[in-house]
């Protein structure tokens, strides 16, 4: 009987609830929130099919050793003396990435290196050769993080970040991160009864993403390279099992997902994507300006979009927010609107208020993904209305 083992799934600052959430569902246990990232336990098909099907995690990985260092020598000493031979052979190719919160090391990138060291030694010891390093494409990829005196080495099982769903051919500048993207579709508790747009669409990310959730479509299903097939004990059959198990459970979806970008280029590369994606039977994008469309029909409307911060586009910030505030008032009456910026300064110039403001990062930039309630009449009447 195969036994349950720990994993640890990362994910980006604001995500890990929903990665935790994400985990429950698929059946994961002893599930421990951190920040991102998200420990759990499970068996070698749920690793399978964590990496098959998780929305929100960017890598999982798997604990192999874990020691205790006072100082270099004891790091080298471990790494030197640990079984790498049960994991990785002398044809492999592998690559090691650190991560530090410590004294004892200043510099992630010489971790690697003497953690390299310590595996190319051993094997020359054992074997008098040595397997390869490979930094774009490894076969085995390493993952050490030392947080004070304490070390856990774990193996990569996904390689590549999984937001490389193999979707995506055409992008525009800085593009959101897919697993961003379905982050802030979960945050948003989209329930997918209800048509969804996305006024300033670009490439499309967030409405396939959108596309993906609402069917339950596995993010990952077609990606080829995962880095546990790779390894010793990779399964083929219970991988291929798994895929036809989360396959099974796609759903249909009878509402509209809807894409605006008032740049040609933009559309052009989103309905690109959206065919490779193969969901072009759902997803309806054109050429508008936002600012100047309007909501055509009373049935309730979910918006979520990621509109320019001001960090690369020459506008005025401030009167676009405006625009943005006085169109969702004036043309987009009973809706929910999300959408994430970095912009703090310019979201008072929305001129409404938000019932929510979560915060995440977008790379390196500080956001909040924030919510507003669009609706005719007074407050009060909304509210009685939702009671109704």
Known sequence: MVKDFKMIAKTFFGLEKVLADELLSLGAKEIKIGVRNVVFYGDLGFLYKSNLFLRSAIRILK????????????FYSYIFNFEWEDYISIDNTFYI?????????????????RAKDGVVDRFRKI???????DKLNPDIKINIHI???????????????LNQRGYRIKTN???????????????????????????????????????????????NIKRESFSFKKWKNY?????????????????PFKYNLIGYDKSPSAIMKCKKNVINSEFQNIINVSE????????????FLHILFNPPYGERLSIDINSFYKKIGDTLKNNYTNSNTWFITSNLDALKFVELRPSRK???????????????????????????RKQI
């Open 63 to 74: 604990p192999i050793k874990y020691f205790e260092i006072n100082n270099q020598k004891d």
């Open 97 to 113: 990435e650190s991560v530090l919160n410590t004294e004892l090391f200043s510099n992630s990138l010489f971790v690697s290196q």
């Open 127 to 133: 074997y008098k050769k040595r397997p390869n390093i």
């Open 147 to 161: 947080n004070k005196n304490a070390c856990t080495i774990s193996l990569d099982s996904s390689g590549k970040p």
């Open 173 to 219: 500048i800085a593009p959101i991160n897919e697993v961003l993207a379905a982050g802030l579709i979960m945050l948003s508790k989209w329930d997918c009864q209800s048509d969804f747009l996305d006024p300033m669409c670009g490439s499309g990310t967030i409405l396939i993403e959108a596309a993906m959730y609402a069917t339950n479509y596995p993010v």
């Open 235 to 251: 399964d083929f059959n219970l991988f291929e099992t798994i895929k036809k198990s989360v396959l099974k459970k796609v759903k």
């Open 288 to 299: 508008n300006d936002f600012f100047n469309t309007k909501k055509n029909e009373d049935n």
């Open 358 to 384: 979560i915060k995440l990062y977008n790379g390196k930039l500080e956001s909040r993904l924030v919510k507003y309630e669009i609706y005719s009449g007074s407050k009060k009447i909304h509210k009685q």
